[in-house]
């Protein structure tokens, strides 16, 4: 996708340097201070990346963590610098047709090591836990609730950060959270894990989503708690159009929910190798990622950015 060795002015090319690769992101530090994130196409299911792209979803992805970042601003501070390539430093317009609509440049950061959830709704692996145990990640919750039930206040139900394909997160408890960044600053993730959900939540209400739950990732920049990574997507958010949603059972999803049927479907073992996907599943997949960008931000996906190569 981008490769920053190829030939360029090296009078204007920074210090690019290739950083280890997340599953869907590229990250390479630029300079001494900044990180380009690429969100690539890439898509993982049930912890697997799968062989298969889906066109523009770095593009979404990008493109809805840069709208949300605006609508936070006045809450939190984040890493971001700019996601305008002619914004970014000298010799990286040499690569814009690369990066175009899917890069992000960054201040650096050092990452928690926690994933914090905020939930509204019951689903996913918090249903799960609820119904082994009445709680999610030791919150306790009332009894006779169903699943996609919308839940009395939202919670904030962190878990741990599985990097190794195949690995699965698994919810903890606060006071899990508090051994592993201290009580002050576990009291703070949770404050405003809640505060950007429901910020979140009542801009898609107003697009007549609902946003069931929700991921997001904190570092530190200098000592000061800032949010990065990827915000809001259908990558790291449970999203439901609110005319279908019915406790009981889960509605549709503006994910890639019609990629979990088919390969549930399908025989996969959930191990890696992945299976490639059918045309006609990379598709709706597509349209579901698109979609939500449109509904969420109110604008057309082509005025985000073009098409890729």
């Keep these: 996708m981008f490769e920053p060795t190829r030939p360029a002015d090296p009078a204007e090319l920074p210090r690019v340097v290739r950083l280890e690769p997340g599953k869907v992101r590229e990250r390479y530090a630029v300079g001494d201070d900044a990180i380009l994130l ?7 299911a049930f912890d697997v990346v799968l062989p ?3 066109p523009d979803k770095g593009r979404v992805l990008t493109g809805l963590t840069d709208h949300w970042l605006d609508e936070l601003a006045d809450l939190l501070p984040t890493h971001r610098i700019t996601c305008d390539v002619a914004a970014m430093p000298a010799g990286l317009a040499a690569f814009a047709d690369e990066l175009e609509g899917r890069a992000m440049l960054c201040r650096q950061a050092a990452p928690l090591p926690v994933e914090c959830v905020a939930r509204g709704y019951l689903a996913g692996s918090g249903w ?4 082994a145990t009445g709680t999610i990640g030791g919150v306790p919750l009332p009894p006779g609730l169903v699943e996609a039930a919308e839940l009395p206040e939202a919670v904030f ?8 394909e195949g690995a699965h ?9 508090a051994g592993l960044v201290g009580g002050d600053l576990a009291e703070r993730l949770e404050t405003l894990t809640l505060q950007v959900y429901e910020r979140l939540a009542e801009r898609a209400r107003a697009a007549g989503l ?23 997507t259908p990558d790291s958010s449970r999203l439901w159009p609110e005319a279908e949603w019915e406790p009981g059972r889960p509605p549709p999803s503006f994910d890639k929910q019609p990629l979990r049927d088919w390969l549930t479907s399908s025989g996969w073992d959930r191990r890696p190798p992945g299976p490639e996907l059918p045309d006609e599943v990379v598709a709706a997949t597509r349209e579901r990622y698109v979609a939500a960008y449109e509904r969420l931000t109110g604008r057309p996906f082509s005025a985000w950015a073009a098409p890729g190569p």
């Design 38 to 44: 690429v969100a690539s196409d890439r898509i993982s």
């Design 52 to 54: 298969t792209p889906i």
């Design 128 to 131: 799960a836990d609820y119904r």
């Design 157 to 164: 139900t962190p878990s741990t950060k599985a990097r190794d």
């Design 169 to 177: 997160d698994e919810n903890i408890d606060h006071a899990a959270v």
């Design 210 to 232: 609902i946003l069931a739950d929700t991921k997001l990732e904190f570092g530190l920049i200098d000592g000061e708690l800032v949010l990065i990574d990827e915000v809001g």
